[in-house]
């Protein structure tokens, strides 16, 4: 659990972004404290993904600023002032972030080990001998140290899923962004996936950020939820709070229809 | 006139030298081909339009106009501007120019291939763009476009005649010499095409397994 | 069937030629000179075919040309040789020259004759493809690899202009003609090559039409004796007196 | 500089041979792409082997091949064909033969209910194919029917080389006049693309005024 | 209503089909009389489609034949003896048959009236200006005279299916095939095309034998209907009968399954 008055890892001030004339996030803000645990839920269309792809440098912002551990992360220091940040400045801000995709985005033509060395020989050159000690601790811990020598297309849904996870940590991030890692999962392999973040959220003290719609993992996961609407915050809370007694009507709304299309709370 | 089969087995030994040079410059038009496209391919991706629309506006008028002028260009022209390219290196330049226009669309519908989130996740790791394209998105794209580049290739070898047109002593030119000796065409001209029929036959055969190995892109 | 009334019914003689000045020359307007075809045009007029028209071809495709009967006759600088006396019907003599070489200023490695390239195993000649000197420079012993076989007089100076040549031969009035229009001081004509003869061309036709071919000796012949001849050819530089001093018999015969 | 004029006029004469080859050899090209192409559907074994023959064999050999072949050994076989004529065919059954397997793949490519609905009213094989299967069919021809008119055009130019005056045959002349080669190469290089762009801009327009009405159906 | 004992307009006398190694029909036997409606209902894959296919010559039969108005379908006369259809025969026997499809099947590139007019033109040679008046009668039954002019693609999936159902009756068949002809329809544009064939049911006498999912319809529309159950006939008779009485098992729990979807009966 973070205290909640640390200075935060991550400081969204204002931020908007649009795609052509759609507004997605409007002048949006919030902060996450360093090893707080952060649910977005929402309904379809609200931009939960859109705030984890700008965090990860997949996106731009059109306005607002967003620090991560004090360094913003869309503009760098320029003689004075500060100017749009450049590649080694964005570079440089995403060895703090890691991110895992809703379709596990694994390189097809690279084994599973090769898949988690290959970030860090390449950006942090660490040697392969080392690499691929730390990449079987990794996947040891998400339960996959025999497959270490299979290629992705040979694996389940949750199995190439806990291989991404295993591959976004082998860069070590400070914050890590898991965006609806088990929708794309049949059901029965759910909870293998949720199993590894349980132990993720256990044994390290990363700071994430997760975007579900699985509103038992989130409720019983989360040290904080934020609710989404039309890219605004709508209610935020403990998991408490916002599923036992949400205040705003949206908020209620949406719970009551994800509950009676079956998913537990 | 009539075919002599005793002028064909005269012949034949000067039409292998010939072949021999078709075959080489097959072999280095296609290096220069595939090398040359990949260059357009990614300068055209490029989002900086000053960079992309030439090179854009430059492959299509490659691809637009006649191989053999280009090879004329080449050969006669360039030495003016200070370049003189011996015969054999001017016409495999022409060929992987010529070529290299249409591989570029290769290698642009194999890059389109690759899914947009194997971007995205060498992003997420941090990857440059230099070894996004070198680990990640080339070792996916380039196995299914074989097949494709391979159809082009087949396509150029099939042109190597026009370097008769600037005095590669190829095939063709050959096969012409030979007919401007004795005065006679039929058995000359007659071999050539049979052995690029014979040729492309093969590579079709070739082709289709290749096809079933890779996989087909377009 | 007679080609003659056939050329006569229709008008015009479709001959092949060369764009060798001054042997053959097409004008800026597109319109066919040089001696060969202005002989020709002449002969023709009298034998009562009011045109000829040109098509501009090579040496090697001339012959399989005549023989495929896309051309009534070749008059092109195509110089008699037995080899070729057999495959047409030739004219008596028309047009006369020694070979040259166009060399590089000072000629470098002294070429002096087809041998002289032959022996230096780093030469390399150019010739067009299916001429004489072609022919000459195999039968001297170059190999088929240094004889590089050029489109035209154009690419010939150019190539060697550019040094991917180091000699470019044709008859002497040629090499003469392309030298004086590239006005290039790096350059220099070297004839006429020793040991070459002078060849001399005449119409040529297919092999079954010797009536044609009598019919055009005849009027060539009184054209020859009423100096109407010369009067065509020497503004070119030909000489009337080398094509009038010897014969077809001799010149086929010539081993 | 005036003699430039006539120079230039050379190189236009030359542009005309160059589009009356690409006219004429597009057209039998067309015409044989669908004999051909057709011709591999066929019912008949003995029409889908001579269409089958007829495309490798000439997708098989060069078209350089092809156009001394038919310059020079066909005359000694009996068929003798002015430059003109022996260019547009060499061109155009070439570049059928590519057109061929256009025709083919598209008629292919055509959905086997639109064959059922001809049969359950009754439409006989050639009605089926006149009126329902090949208008449908020659859209999804055009643009690689335009791709292949423009292969046609730039292979045009080979034609130079059995003494047909055209646009680079041209050239070639006024190069040996001048002495000049940068301006008649440059020249018919513009000329060419000039050329190309237009085939490609026409093929467009016929596209988009054959897909009219038809939008949401093709791709 | 049909006369029980006239003479057949169908008699299809054991026939057997199969794919491959799949027997979809097995000596298959039913008559149809003349004008009477027929429903054909059954699980999926068990043959339906494939009977009218047959029917419509669109595939061939493996053994057994088929009489229409009591000429053989599949075979010829030929001297004293019977021998395999040619193309004319089929094209004479299909004169009296029609059919409408369940992706409706119209010409993409004719305009709706095109669409009807073009098969009385090419196969009755009858004239433009006939078949034009004889198709805006047909376009004014099911309600389409206003978009004559349209192309298929700027209708709707229920005004394509009227289209086609107007296109199969130019013909004037005597016999009409429908096949889940408003299965690909959403279901606010079901009724319409309903509309339609129950038009057709009092306006015409034609034969019409109907596949379909609409049990509903399948009730109030059919005289009779048999139920198929892998290539052979479980159960048939009047609706009422197979609707409420249901002897066989198969035809029960076919029955129960379909209203447990939400399917009206
Ligand atoms: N690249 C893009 N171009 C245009 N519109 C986009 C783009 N990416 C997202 N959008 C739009 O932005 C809105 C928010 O998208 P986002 O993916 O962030 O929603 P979400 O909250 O993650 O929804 P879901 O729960 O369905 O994943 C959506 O309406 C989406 O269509
Ligand atoms: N062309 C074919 N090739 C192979 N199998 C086929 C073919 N057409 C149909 N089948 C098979 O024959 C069986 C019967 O098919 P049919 O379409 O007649 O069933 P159906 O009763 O219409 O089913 P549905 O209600 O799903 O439309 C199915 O198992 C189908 O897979
Ligand atoms: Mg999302
Ligand atoms: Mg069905």
Redesign the pocket.
């Known amino acids: 659990m973070a205290p909640a008055n640390a200075a935060p890892t991550i400081e969204i001030n204002g931020i908007s972004k649009s ?2 004339s ?1 507004k ?1 996030l409007d002048e949006l803000s919030f902060k996450v404290a360093p090893r707080e645990k952060l649910a977005l839920i ?10 984890l ?1 700008i965090l990860m440098t997949l ?1 731009g912002i059109d306005s607002g600023d967003i620090l991560i551990e004090g360094d913003n992360l869309y503009r760098m220091p320029a003689n004075g002032g500060l100017r749009p940040a450049n590649e080694q400045h964005l570079h440089k801000m995403r060895t703090k972030i890691g991110m895992v995709f ?1 379709l596990f985005n694994l390189f097809p033509h690279k084994s599973v080990i090769d898949n988690v060395t290959l970030a860090p020989m390449l950006t942090k050159g660490v040697r392969q001998a080392e690499a691929e000690r730390h990449a079987m601790e990794l996947l040891e811990m998400v339960g996959l140290a025999d497959k270490a020598k299979a290629m992705p297309a040979q694996l389940s849904g949750g199995q190439k899923q806990r291989v991404a996870i295993a591959r976004a940590l082998a860069l070590s991030p400070k914050i890590m962004l898991f ?2 890692v088990t929708s794309a999962l049949d059901p029965e392999l759910v909870e293998e996936v949720l199993n590894v973040l349980w132990r993720l959220c256990a044994e390290t003290d990363m700071t994430m950020l997760l ?1 579900t ?1 699985e509103m038992g993992f989130a409720h019983d996961f989360a040290d904080r939820i934020l609710f ?1 609407d039309r ?1 605004r915050i709508v209610e935020e809370g403990k998991p408490e709070e916002i599923f036992r007694h949400p205040k705003q009507e949206r908020t209620q709304t949406f719970l009551k229809k994800i509950i009676a299309a079956g998913h537990r709370v | 006139m009539e075919w002599d089969w005793a002028f064909v087995i005269q012949i034949l030994p000067t039409l292998l030298q010939g072949v021999k040079i078709t075959i080489l410059a097959t072999l280095l038009g296609s290096i220069v081909a595939a090398v040359v496209g990949l260059v357009i391919a990614i300068v055209r991706r490029s989002k900086n339009r000053l960079v992309s629309m030439p090179m854009g506006f430059v492959a299509e008028f490659i691809r637009g106009t006649p191989l053999l002028v280009q090879l004329y260009f080449i050969f006669y022209v360039l030495p003016d501007l200070g370049l003189t390219l011996s015969p054999l290196v001017a016409g495999v330049i022409g060929l992987g120019l010529h070529y290299g226009t249409y591989t570029a669309e290769v290698y642009r519908a194999g890059i389109e291939n690759v899914a947009r989130g194997q971007w995205e996740a060498a992003k997420a790791c941090n990857l440059t763009p230099f070894q996004t394209w070198t680990r990640i998105i080339l070792p996916q794209a380039l196995p299914p476009m074989i097949p494709a580049l391979a159809n082009y290739f087949i396509a150029m070898f099939k042109e190597t005649p026009l370097l008769s047109a600037i005095t590669v002593l190829e095939l063709m030119n050959q096969a012409r010499s030979i007919a401007n000796y004795n005065y006679r065409y039929i058995e000359p001209i007659t071999l050539v095409g049979a052995f690029f029929l014979v040729i492309s036959l093969i590579s079709v055969i070739g082709l289709r397994w290749l096809e079933r190995r890779y996989g087909r892109i377009g | 069937e007679d080609t003659l009334d056939k050329l006569k019914e229709q008008g015009f003689a479709r001959i092949a030629i060369a764009n060798e000045p001054p042997f053959t020359a097409v004008n800026p307007d597109g319109t066919v000179s040089g001696a060969g075809p202005d002989v020709a045009r002449a002969v023709f007029a009298k034998l009562g075919v009011k045109d000829v028209v040109a098509s501009i071809s090579e040496y090697g495709a001339m012959i399989p040309g005549l023989q495929a009967g896309r051309h009534d006759a070749v008059t092109a600088g195509l110089f008699m040789k037995p080899e070729r006396c057999n495959a047409v019907a030739y004219s008596e003599p028309i047009l006369c020259d020694a070979e040259a070489f166009l060399v590089k200023k000072g000629n470098p490695k002294g070429f002096k004759s087809y041998a002289d390239i032959a022996k230096d195993a780093s030469a390399t000649i150019g010739a067009p493809g299916g001429g004489t000197e072609e022919r000459l420079s195999l039968e001297a012993g170059v190999p088929r690899d240094r004889v590089i076989v050029v489109p035209d007089g154009q690419s010939g100076l150019k190539m060697l202009q550019d040094g991917r040549i180091d000699v470019y031969s044709l008859p002497v009035l040629s090499i003469n003609d392309l030298a004086k229009k590239a006005n290039d001081p790096n350059i220099e004509v070297v004839a006429p090559v020793v040991g070459a003869p002078v060849y001399c061309d005449g119409a040529a036709f297919r092999k079954n039409d010797t009536a044609l071919r009598d019919a055009f000796d005849k009027v060539l012949a009184e054209m020859k004796t009423s100096g109407e001849f010369a009067k065509i050819i020497e503004p070119y530089g030909f000489s009337a007196q080398a094509a009038m001093s010897t014969t077809r018999e001799k010149l086929c015969a010539a081993k | 500089m005036g003699q430039w004029g006539g120079y230039l006029q050379l190189i236009l004469d030359g542009a005309l041979v160059t589009i009356k080859l690409t006219l004429m050899g597009s057209a039998l090209a067309l015409v044989m792409a669908f004999l051909a192409g057709l011709g591999r559907l066929s019912h008949f074994a003995a029409l889908r082997w001579l269409a089958t023959t007829y495309i490798e064999f000439f997708r098989g050999t060069s078209i350089f091949v092809q156009l001394f072949w038919a310059y020079f050994v066909l005359p000694l076989l009996g068929l003798s064909l002015t430059p003109l004529q022996a260019g547009v065919l060499a061109l155009g059954l070439n570049v059928g033969a590519y057109g061929a397997e256009v025709v083919r793949g598209a008629v292919k490519s055509i959905g086997k209910e639109q064959y059922e609905a001809c049969i359950a009213l009754n439409f006989n094989r050639w009605q089926s194919l006149r009126h329902i299967i090949l208008p449908q069919a020659v859209v999804l021809m055009l643009p690689t029917f335009g791709n292949n008119a423009i292969e046609l055009l730039k292979a045009s130019s080979v034609v130079s080389l059995i003494s047909l005056a055209d646009m680079t045959f041209q050239a070639q002349v006024v190069r040996a006049q001048t002495g000049s080669t940068l301006v008649p190469f440059l020249t018919i290089l513009i000329l060419y693309f000039a050329m190309a762009s237009v085939i490609s801009f026409a093929i467009r327009g016929l596209e988009r005024y054959m897909t009219r009405g038809l939008d949401g159906v093709r791709t």
Do not use: A, L, N, Y
């Not at chain 1, 269309?45 to 705030?51: A, D, F, L, R, Y």
């Open positions: 795609f052509g759609f997605v929402g309904p379809s269309g609200s931009g939960k993904t859109t705030i792809r996106e809703q965006d609806e975007v719609h989404f890219g």
